[in-house]
């Protein structure tokens, strides 16, 4: 298992709240397991074959007006 932190904060407003991207997460396969340590900070766990570019991208494609960071 890799373990990645995801920071993000909104580019536009309406900001997005913490509470979608975990939803979103939940219905994503390659995510095993994340864990929201701040308001604007989650730590995600994925199989050793995932790497970070892949999940930037599904964040990237569901909310292209946020910023993240991997």
Do not use: C
Not at 38 to 62: F, H, Q, W
Request: proline share 4%; charged share 20%; net charge neutral.
């Amino acid at each position: 298992m890799k373990t990645y932190l995801i920071s993000f904060t909104s580019a536009k407003y309406p900001s997005i709240q913490r509470k979608d991207i975990l939803d979103f997460l939940d219905t994503q396969f390659i995510i095993k397991n994340w864990y929201g340590i701040m308001p604007y900070a989650i730590l995600v766990s994925s199989e050793d074959d995932i790497n970070s570019s892949d999940i930037s991208k599904i964040l990237t494609g569901r909310f292209p007006s946020n910023l993240h960071f991997l």
